[in-house]
């Protein structure tokens, strides 16, 4: 096990913004069991100076970002990020320049050697490198590195920390703009952020009014300093917890991430029922979590059965486990927990008791008022075609006999963003189910024998012909199915066999029905 060191300097190239990595065959080697201060040596006299280890690897991470982004350096590492956003090459209109998203497909981070920067008045230098040889990991070979922070006078360390606490602060605020989702790295027990989203806007959601108004009052009156006093003046955990309930597609995920923006906080998903996810994990993941984040555990239900028994063989947390979790008397102070259900009365009474969860939260199905609402959400001033949608979506709901989600109401209007506010009003075909209708009545036929395959794949049915593409008069075996809405997510489909196609219409029957 070694370190590969950086050559010795005169003092006037230490002092520079970087000095690089030796690249000659006599650099020195030194075990990675020498002790820091030796290590020093070479660059800074270190019976006068103040030096700290960074060993988290989130931190390391953020800063080795900080100052890649803040200081001109001469050595870097390079990393791909995700992209998102427009991207004009998707277009063929070149005038839409202003809709491009002009973040960078990479990341800079900080380059091996060492580094330094000015910060409150002192000079900070950074030691970058790596130590020992290349080991297998779980997410590949990868080398421990060295990070050590040094500030060139005694008793500094409350500067060193200062910096650190503006790296962190840096990388974790949220903003109107944007805002930070985590989720729990269980080999590397950290929180890593796997996405930036673009917050939604209270006024974007639509649900009853009074379930809004109710949800900002709360959280409002939560986060004031006065609440902060009571309960701490009480000897009340400082925590409040939501349950948010209702069908798929009503709008909880939706919330969460409006919620998020309004109050600038991050986003964090908790997905517990994995394999080595133990009560010892589970309680740490929560206590570490972030500050200023909200705290997401969705579908609840599918945790743990009324019987306490888990519904997942191979994850060991407990029910138990899950409890003591969310009451963590360690858990950081002024944490929002959101829990999501569909099936409210799958849940466990001791999970959902007062105290653990604060407020229930119904999201409904769509009712007439709120579809006239989001009408108007995507057609402003619209106030006649609002009507006429309100009053032919009642006929038509009345003629077919289902439930809607606000999912069903956002993908038709993403389904007319194209058309005008009366076209919206009068095609309820994506709706209503008619295309679910048309691959029923297929289905049907196919389960009768009245639509067959012969042993080559060949398709033998002149009315299966009509609902695949014309490709020159040679039938494919595969049914080619046009767009489908579910639950406000369009999928394509290729079916290989009409079978297949039966058991796919029938298992979305719940959604279509219910």
């Not at 290590?39 to 690897?57: A, D, F, G, Q, R």
């Amino acid at each position: 096990m070694s370190l590969t060191t950086i050559q010795p300097k005169k003092e006037d190239e230490i002092r520079s913004s970087f000095i690089p990595p030796s690249l000659s065959s006599n650099a020195s080697l030194i075990s990675t069991v020498t002790p820091i201060p030796v290590l020093l040596e070479t660059y800074v006299k270190v019976e006068s100076c103040t030096y700290v280890e960074v060993n988290n690897h989130v931190l390391s991470g953020y800063i080795q970002r900080y100052i890649a982004n803040t200081n001109t350096l001469n050595s870097y590492q390079i990393n791909s990020s995700k992209g998102g956003g427009y991207d004009e090459s998707d277009s063929d209109d070149d005038e839409d320049d202003h809709m491009t998203c002009k973040d960078s497909r990479t990341i800079l981070k900080l380059g091996l050697g060492l580094h330094q920067l000015e910060f409150e008045s002192h000079t900070i230098k950074i030691l970058y490198s790596l130590v020992g040889n290349v080991v297998g990991t779980g997410n590949g070979a990868e080398i421990k590195d060295l990070m050590v922070l040094i500030i060139e006078e005694p008793g500094k360390q409350h500067i060193l920390q200062q910096f650190c606490d503006v790296v962190i602060n840096t990388f974790e605020k949220t903003s109107h703009d944007i805002i930070n989702v985590y989720q729990y790295n269980l080999q590397y027990r950290y929180w890593r952020v796997t996405s930036n989203k673009i917050p939604r806007s209270m006024d974007s959601i639509i649900i009853p009014q009074d379930v809004k108004t109710g949800l900002i009052k709360d959280i409002d009156d939560f986060l004031s300093k006065e609440t902060y006093n009571w309960y701490k003046n009480h000897g009340i955990p400082y925590k409040r917890s939501f349950l948010l309930y209702g069908p798929p597609g009503s709008g909880k995920s939706s919330i969460i991430q409006a919620i998020a923006g309004k109050y600038k906080r991050n986003i964090c998903f908790v997905q517990p029922m994995k394999e080595k996810f133990t009560d010892e994990v589970f309680n740490t993941c929560i206590q570490v979590a972030p500050k200023r984040a909200l705290i997401v555990l969705e579908d609840v239900d599918a945790y743990f059965n009324k019987n306490r028994e888990t519904q997942h063989q191979t994850c060991p947390l407990t029910f138990s486990g899950l409890l003591n979790g969310l009451d963590g008397v360690g858990n950081t102070d002024g944490q929002i927990f959101i829990l999501t259900t569909n099936f409210i009365d799958r849940l466990d009474e001791a999970l959902i008791r007062s105290g653990r969860v604060d407020r229930k939260i119904e999201f409904p199905i769509v009712n007439l008022d709120l579809a006239f609402d989001m009408f108007l959400k995507f057609y402003p001033k619209e106030v006649g075609w609002a009507s006429v949608f309100r009053d032919n979506l009642e006929k038509k709901l009345t003629e077919i006999d289902r439930k809607l989600c606000m999912a069903d109401l956002q993908q038709h209007f993403i389904s007319h963003r194209r058309n005008s506010a009366q076209q919206a009003s009068e095609d309820f075909e994506d709706i209503t189910g008619a295309e679910y209708n048309r691959l029923a009545a297929l289905a049907e036929k196919i389960s009768k024998g009245e639509v067959d395959t012969n042993e080559d794949g060949k398709n033998t049915n002149n009315e299966q012909n009509n609902t695949t593409p014309d490709n020159g008069g040679s039938q494919d075996a595969s049914l080619s199915i046009t767009p489908l809405s579910v639950a406000g997510t369009v999928a394509s489909f290729t079916i290989s066999s009409g079978l297949s196609l039966l058991f796919l219409v029938l298992g979305m029957k719940k959604y279509y029905n219910a």
